[in-house]
């Protein structure tokens, strides 16, 4: 495989990823997508999708993705399991670097998506495994009749702190600020859940535990105070990161790590295109993931026309 020519490398095999393989691979564009984990990205680990259109009864979100994955494959795409460590561009195809092989690409789709942000306090790496979670859907049978917090504000906390009370005697949400960011119809379903208790404008200071997590200290962003909370498990939903460590010098990017991309979703370096949630935008969703793959699909078939 190292040394076969393809029209299109896509990094990531998250929604972006897998619609941009189904969409080269219809035109007929020799495709493979390369994925480091498991097909899907956090989709996989999202335990139930509302607002993807089409499915107004909500579905699984470890089923879409295998609908998805299945439709990439039977379009013709191919999918590799690897890691990209780096890509260059100094020529014109690009050298994808995936483990210890190379392919060579016309084009180039990133869609490496994000990882969740981690609070950065004293014992957060210690305790991960050990009370410490970024995942309610891999880890919440784990604390059944226990006492679990989440921290954050956003769609995705709120989301799996629900998820939380299928399992948990107790659920602390625990946020920065004094109201929520996360869609109303969340924030609703949040409010009227009996088994959750909102912790406002508080952070968290240090986890604190011995084999495993026992206690978290809370900070009230308002007047100073401290307290310790007893908590049997922590699940952090802060933000994203982008997965863009790969890329360093190759395309631009902002402040955060996020890829800038023109209207084409083209990065700065011609032929390289991003999609998804890895390049910088005001809406990350399925559904913006999927119409990210469709354009940039159609935009790496235009360059190939046009350069080869």
């Not at 020529?91 to 210890?100: A, E, G, H, L, Q």
């Not at 990350?284 to 190939?304: C, K, N």
Request: hydrophobic fraction near 40%; charge should be neutral.
């Amino acid at each position: 495989m190292s040394k076969k020519l393809f029209d299109t490398v896509i990094v990531g095999a998250g929604p972006a990823g897998l619609t941009a393989g189904l969409y080269t691979a219809r035109s007929r564009l020799k495709t493979v997508i390369i994925e480091r984990l498991a097909p899907g990205g956090q989709i996989a680990l999202t335990d139930w999708i509302e607002n993807y259109p089409g499915f107004e009864s909500g579905i699984k979100g470890i089923e879409l993705v295998q609908h998805m994955h299945n439709h990439a494959l039977n379009a013709g795409a191919e999918i590799m399991s690897g890691e990209v460590k780096a890509l260059d561009s100094d020529r014109n195809t690009k050298i994808v670097y995936v483990d210890d092989k190379w392919l060579e690409a016309k084009t180039v789709i990133v869609a490496s998506g994000t990882s969740f942000k981690r609070l950065g306090v004293k014992g957060e790496e210690e305790f991960i495994g050990k009370g410490v979670s970024f995942c309610a859907t891999c880890d919440a049978p784990f604390y059944k009749d226990l006492t679990v917090a989440v921290v954050g504000g956003g769609d995705t906390a709120v989301q799996e702190a629900l998820y939380l009370t299928k399992f948990a005697k107790k659920v602390y949400l625990i946020h920065r600020r004094n109201k929520l960011r996360a869609t109303k119809v969340l924030q609703e379903r949040l409010f009227n859940n009996e088994k959750v208790e909102i912790i406002w404008s508080s952070t968290i200071e240090e986890i604190k535990g011995d084999s495993l997590l026992k206690e978290v200290t809370l900070c009230s962003i308002e007047t100073g105070e401290k307290r310790n909370l007893r908590v049997d498990g922590l699940f952090v939903f802060v933000g994203l990161r982008p997965n863009t460590g790969f890329l360093k010098g190759v395309v631009d990017m902002d402040s955060e790590g996020f890829i800038l991309v023109d209207e084409k979703l083209e990065t700065s370096n011609p032929g390289i295109f991003a999609a998804g949630d890895v390049r910088r935008k005001i809406l990350r969703q399925v559904s913006t993931a999927v119409g990210d793959g469709a354009s940039a699909a159609h935009a790496a078939e235009l360059y190939i026309e046009r350069h080869f």
